[in-house]
Antibody, heavy 117, light 107 residues
């Protein structure tokens, strides 16, 4: 059974940083692209970026809206996906999901990030 | 960025009715489109991929189609479990972009 479990969300002040984790199980992690997507309360999801699989060199793509502030990485020995978020703003407040695939075929349950003073 | 214009934004439908949601792409996306269903307080679930392919386990009353730059999700014979919000996603070109969503409620 595919499982994706996000963690690391919480309340952070504007300008602060946060690192989200996504523990993956139930599939061969290195075979898959992995994505981060966020969804502000009551709004549509926003694609943040993707990290490719082993066959494609684990390269990354980002949404320009977060490029330079957010970094996606993966630990392929522990099957964990990461999202490092820096210089956070109030508009970054959202539920953050990790997902399997370049186009997300399976989503985690999400972790809430609130940016507020 | 490719804009995905989704319509309608919300609709009330009766049990057993047929219902169609449409996303119009601002550029050619060549069938690189997925449909997702989201229930309250839950993460989105993939329903259709590559415009017309039904994800495993999704009921056959769901179908996807394309006409030019318009991509549609149709639900035949609506059931109560089909309520929720539906989003399209284009994955032809980075950054991938979602439609604004369609809220489907029972009449």
């Amino acid at each position: 059974e595919v499982k994706l479990l996000e963690s690391g969300g919480g309340l952070v002040q504007p300008g602060g940083s946060l690192r989200l984790s996504c523990a993956a199980s139930g599939f061969t992690f290195t075979d898959f692209y992995m994505s981060w997507i966020r969804q502000p309360p009551g709004k549509a999801p926003e694609w943040l970026g993707v990290i490719r699989n082993k066959a494609n060199g684990y390269t990354t793509e980002y949404n320009p809206s977060v490029k330079g502030r957010f970094t996606i990485s993966r630990d392929n020995t522990q099957n964990i996906l990461y999202l490092q978020m820096n210089t956070l703003r109030a508009e970054d407040t959202a539920i953050y999901y990790c997902a399997r695939g370049g186009y997300p075929s399976y989503w985690g349950q999400g972790t809430l990030v609130t940016v507020s003073s | 960025d490719i804009q995905m214009t989704q319509s309608p934004s919300s609709i009330s439908v009766s049990l057993g009715d047929r219902f169609t949601i449409t996303c119009r792409a601002s550029q050619d996306i060549g069938n690189y489109l997925s449909w997702y269903q989201q229930k309250p307080e839950k993460s989105p679930k993939l329903m259709i991929y590559r415009a017309t392919n039904l994800e495993d386990g999704v009921p056959s009353r769901f179908s996807g189609s394309r006409s030019g730059s318009d991509y549609s999700l149709t639900i035949n014979s609506l059931e109560s479990e089909d309520t929720g919000i539906y989003f399209c996603l284009q994955h032809k070109q980075y950054p991938y972009t979602f439609g604004a969503g369609t809220k489907l409620e029972l009449k």
